[in-house]
Each structure stands twice: as C-alpha cells, then as structure tokens.
C-alpha cells in the first residue's frame, strides 16, 4: 500500500514537473489497534417501534468510543455472554441526553446483531467494542467533566507478569460524584 501511494505521488509530480513532497504519517491505529476494549453492561431493553430494537448501556458511547459517533469508525463488537441465546437485529444506546448517542446499522452499513434476552435474566448482557486502540482513551480522557456528566468507567489492564501467566489489575477506577463536584469547584 505504501509503494503505491508514493509511486502515485512521485509520478504525479514528475508528470507535473514539480518538486517531490517531504511525506509525513501515522500508522498508528493499525499498529495499536488491539491494544484497547471497551465493555460496557446492558441495562435495559427498550422496543421502539415494530422494527426497532434498542439495547442501552451503562456509558455513553460519545464519551467512550468518540470514534463512533463522530467519524462512524466501526470497532469489533461481541457480546461477552449469551453466546448460545438467538441473536436479533439491535441498535445501541449510550444514557446521555444526546440524541446522537448510539450505534446503530444504518449509520455503519452493517447489521448489529447480539443475543436476545428476557428482562428477568439474573445475568445481564455485556458488550464488548474491540481493537478501539490508544485514541479512544486518548481523546475521551480520564476524568475530567465529560457530556452530560456522565463518568469516566473503570480502566482495566491485563497484561502478562514475568512467567507468562495473564494478570489484570484495576488502573483506575471509575470516576465518582465526589471527583466531578471537585472539578467543577464543589469541595466539601
């Protein structure tokens, strides 16, 4: 892919006679990509019309996967549990006030699939997004006062310790009222 772009450039300006570029990029979401998941919990079930079917998550999608809702970048979404349930066709809802907190078929041309439940499930329905990389968490941040004070989740790091076992640990937690009224200058 590389050759191309630049045999297309260097053609292009020798066919015009001009000056070759210096050129400058990123691959950075291709090389960090797997690094970063979000999960989020299914709290509700909510059917719109006869057509519609929403599932709505513990977060806000704008606040989490910014990418998402502002540029329709599709991540690999997989339910953690209720692998074995019949899967139905679904749109995600983040809790914000925003109308424009979801995710949804139409926006990213594919269909969004996920196992149906009952509302008395004992256990909920958790979501994963995938390969969402270093910007997700680089351009949502922690902390801080996100849209609709909604906060930050809890960072997970799971990594591998010294003998090769796998081990997580809690890097921060997730964001309390307390820490928002502080921001916002509201210190007891």
């Given at each position: 892919m590389i050759n191309e772009i630049v045999t297309i450039i260097k053609d292009t300006?020798?066919?015009e006679k001009i000056k070759e570029p210096d050129i400058y990029t990123e691959f950075g979401k291709y090389t960090v990509g797997e690094s970063g998941a979000i999960i989020f919990?299914?709290?509700?079930?909510?059917?719109?019309?006869?057509?519609?079917?929403?599932?709505?998550?513990?977060?806000?999608?704008?606040?989490t996967i910014p990418d998402a809702w502002s540029i329709f970048e599709k991540f690999i979404l997989l339910p953690i549990n209720k692998w074995n349930n019949e899967y139905k066709r679904v749109n995600i809802g983040g809790i914000s006030c925003d109308h424009s907190d979801y995710y949804n078929s139409e926006?990213?041309?594919?269909?969004?699939?996920?196992?149906?439940?009952?509302?008395?499930?004992?256990?909920?329905?958790?979501?994963?997004?995938?390969?969402?990389?270093?910007y997700q968490d680089a351009i949502s941040g922690y902390g801080g006062i996100k849209h609709c004070l909604i906060p930050s989740p809890k960072h997970v790091i799971?990594?591998?310790?010294?003998?090769?076992?796998?081990v997580d640990y809690?890097?921060?937690?997730?964001?309390?009222?307390?820490?928002?009224?502080?921001i916002l200058g509201y210190e007891k």
């Open positions: 300006c020798t066919n919990e299914v709290l509700e079930q909510k059917q719109q019309n006869d057509t519609e079917s929403w599932y709505i998550i513990n977060n806000s999608l704008m606040n926006d990213l041309n594919q269909e969004v699939l996920l196992p149906a439940y009952n509302d008395d499930d004992e256990e909920p329905l958790y979501l994963g997004f995938f390969h969402t990389g270093a799971i990594d591998r310790d010294d003998k090769g076992n796998i809690v890097y921060r937690n997730e964001q309390s009222a307390t820490d928002m009224f502080k």
